[in-house]
């Protein structure tokens, strides 16, 4: 059989392994009975894969963050660094208001877990627990027409906060809100939304206003009612992470 030699090979690796390159695959098949020829392919293939020391001198250098870049890290952290809270663990109770038709067991469930989710409040670097009484803060969902009977600035279209006690509407919790449904928004989020926000009052918040459009709206900002043109934001934004109740400012 025939084959056509690759002379470069050949100049750099050798006769043989020069051979083994431009050898068509039958040629090589044809070798197999004899155990001799094997090695030898090996042996030469081994050689074929080492690089030229020309080769190896093209390695990419290492690489090292620069001074301005380790500077900026530096920086991001110190401008994200909190004091610590006046204590590592938040307590709660969970009751009832009037006649409410949700599932509590449901309603608790979810509560806890969008208070210690990382993406909430949690990153004030607590824990909330639900205790049976003698709570921090007390969780209540409350029937509609018995939202004003905590405060007469509660409404009973909305969820709402009055001192230690955060109010969730028993028809937001179910139905979420006019608004929210024309954004396409899941049931979800807005109870994500609505514990945060109602949280956010008894952390120490108040209100906040769209200040970019097509940002991400402030957990404060009153999605239910409006978005101002920002986007419907469940969580609390990095700038609002801080709490005057559990004394956790930015340092
Ligand atoms: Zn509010």
């Given at each position: 059989m025939s084959y056509v030699m690759c002379m470069m090979c050949r100049a750099m690796y050798g006769f043989t392994a020069a051979t083994m390159i431009t050898t068509p695959v039958y040629n090589i098949e044809s070798f197999s009975n004899n155990i001799n020829a094997q090695k030898s392919v090996q042996y030469n293939i081994s050689k074929v894969q080492k690089l030229p020391s020309t080769l190896s001198r093209l390695a990419p250098p290492p690489s090292n963050q620069p001074e301005w870049y380790k500077s900026h890290l530096q920086r991001e952290r110190h401008l994200n660094r909190l004091s610590k809270p006046i204590k590592s663990e938040v307590t709660y109770t969970i009751s009832t208001k009037g006649k409410t038709s949700s599932d509590l067991a449901e309603f608790s469930r979810q509560s806890n877990e969008t208070l210690n989710d990382a993406r909430g409040w949690a990153r004030l670097g607590v824990k909330f627990k639900q205790v049976d009484?003698?709570?921090?803060f007390d969780l209540v969902l409350s029937q509609p027409e018995h939202m004003t009977s905590f405060s007469s600035y509660c409404s009973s279209d909305w969820s709402c906060r009055v001192g230690k006690s955060v109010i969730i509407n028993d028809k937001r919790w179910q139905k979420t809100s006019k608004a929210w449904g024309e954004y396409g928004g899941s049931i979800r989020d807005y109870r994500h939304m609505a514990i945060n926000h109602e949280i956010g009052h008894w952390l120490g918040h108040g209100h906040q206003n769209c200040n970019v459009s097509g940002e991400s709206a402030a957990v404060m900002q009153q999605q239910s009612i409006d978005l101002q043109g920002c986007k419907f934001n469940p969580w609390p934004l990095e700038s609002e992470i801080w709490s005057t109740t559990l004394g956790v400012r930015k340092i």
């Open positions: 009484s003698g709570g921090d």
